[in-house]
């Protein structure tokens, strides 16, 4: 082991001017890090890699590949047959489009001002907002149904959205605020002299700037509103408004044992997220790195 | 100061204002209120006062007794598992300068996902005849498993949330790492100090504060774990064992329609929280000191 490390350690001094290092512990760290990434990748290509076989080849071996012999898009038909699954998608993006709106705009505002404003009643919201994010879903549910189910919203896309915007705030201000607080007053009190008013100041500088946060609010409300399965299982019983998760919940208490379409459906309630995430996952990097930064 | 004019602040707090009080503050007043009461359904008619009763139930109760233990357990296991792994490679891939970015990406992937999904995925891995797991075991020549009995279910219900969550922990902190001035490490760099040393002087001392809303995240977190344990043993399965606070409220309200008692269990998840909060928040200020 020691001449090992003494060869690597030879070999290192002699690449001394070369930037890249290749040491025995850089070596171990990149096995242990590909480990983990092995355990998050693989269980969704086996859920994928299974759900274009019939059920009776995944019963007798999950683990072989898909090929052209038993190769079945069966699972898929029989889930787009059972369930109305595009009517679910759009619930879901109607729903969880309005959340993120909603979330980024008054969010927005509220953060704007609690990072810039002094003013009597400032740490005391703030910290309302702080131990709301502590609140689970279980302390208000009771009552927020009791309210709308008064105002007739239960079985409605509205009865979600509302109380969801009101979860996603907290924990979105709080992001908001953190990156608001670093950027450099100099642009605002150049503002100012140019005569413009807060509306204008937020609307022109605070809002672009803030830009990476407001991605990075956006992504996770979108993510959080979209599996959110307890308030989508509650407040929504019809299946004409029926979430994607909510019917997911429902098609593996109904066919729970078809493993295939399970993993058919499975598949289809990752596959938006997936595109989600692959396609704005830099602004969720952006947004929590350009934080980091401090302009 | 160029932030003098006051009207603007209540017009631009005002709609935040107006959703927290509506949709979290007032309604978890009115559970207040309604764990007093006995309500025999949702739409909460034909209430009657009872007093204190719900809560004295509380002590009487076994499942939740169970339920307790179990969630204390949940939060133990994700505390030590997800945070402890999260810190551990986020100090990992800063400490590489290649394929961040493709870490990141990999180890963030499980938290996009449903978890309702996430669950219905570890079924079938869990799932006697055609598990992931079984068929491994199967492979290397042993004997197929029960996955969820009695003994085994709570650790097997925690081990997807800790999955899931971990990436989320480990991108968090390292954005932590990634503020703290590169000017810091250059000086002890050129003090001679080693890679074990910088973290243990450098690093984990600056990210402290990065570490400890983690870790109040995290606690709170597993009060709040609900789509997966109620995805994978649903009512607690098996034999209401693996029942948590938070599934065991849901069960409580919709499906014996005990309401009032289920608001007093949502109390009861919020005490807690908040006293082990507090108790992290205290424990590591003064540690500070």
Known sequence: METVIKKYKTKNQKAKPLKMKFTLSTVIIHVILMLWGLTT?????????????????????????TNYANFTFENYITAFTRMNIL???????????????????????AAYILARYKFKGRTFIYGALISAVLFPAFATIVPVFMGLYKVGLVNKHLGVILPQIAGNLPFAIIILIGFMENIPLELEEAAVVEGCGPWQIFNKIVRPISKPAFATVGIFTFLW??????????????????????????????????????????????????????????????????GAVKG | MIYKNKKIIWIFLFPTILFISLFLYLPFLASLFNSLYDIPNIAGIGKTFIGLKNYIELFED???????????????????????????????VDSTKVAQKIYRTIFFFPVVISATAIGLMF???????????????????????????????????????????????????????????????????????????KVRYITLPLIKGVIKTCLILVITGSLKVFDLPWTIAPRGMPNQTTYLLGTYQYKTVYEASRVGYGCTIAILIVTIGLVISLAVNKFIKQEEL
């Open chain 1, 41 to 65: 990748i693989f269980p969704l290509v086996w859920v994928l890699n299974n759900s274009f076989k019939d059920r009776e080849v995944i019963l007798s071996n999950s683990f072989s590949l």
């Open chain 1, 87 to 109: 009517r679910s998608y759009g619930n879901s993006f109607i729903i969880s489009g309005t959340v993120v709106l909603g979330v980024m705009f008054f969010g927005g505002l």
């Open chain 1, 225 to 290: 509103s979209y599996n959110d399965l307890f308030l989508q299982m509650i407040v929504i019983r019809k299946n004409e408004y029926l979430p994607i998760c909510a019917l997911l919940n429902k098609i593996s208490s109904q066919y729970g044992t078809d493993y295939g379409l399970m993993t058919a459906a499975v598949t289809l309630v990752i596959i938006p997220v997936l595109i989600v995430y692959l396609f704005l996952q830099k602004y969720i990097i952006k947004g929590l790195t350009a």
């Open chain 2, 62 to 92: 076994p499942i939740i007794i169970d339920a307790i233990k179990n969630t204390l357990i949940m939060m133990l296991l994700t505390v030590v598992f997800e945070l402890g792994l999260a810190i551990v490679l986020a100090l990992l």
């Open chain 2, 123 to 197: 079924i079938l891995f869990y799932d006697y005849n055609v598990g992931l797991f079984n068929q491994a075991l199967v492979k290397f020549g042993q004997e197929p498993k029960l996955w969820l009995d009695e003994g085994k279910a709570l650790a097997m219900i925690s081990l997807p949330v800790i999955w899931q969550y971990v990436g989320f922990y480990f991108v968090i902190i390292l954005t932590g790492i990634a503020t703290i001035p590169e000017d810091i490490y250059e000086s002890a760099y050129l003090e001679g100090i080693t890679g074990f040393q």
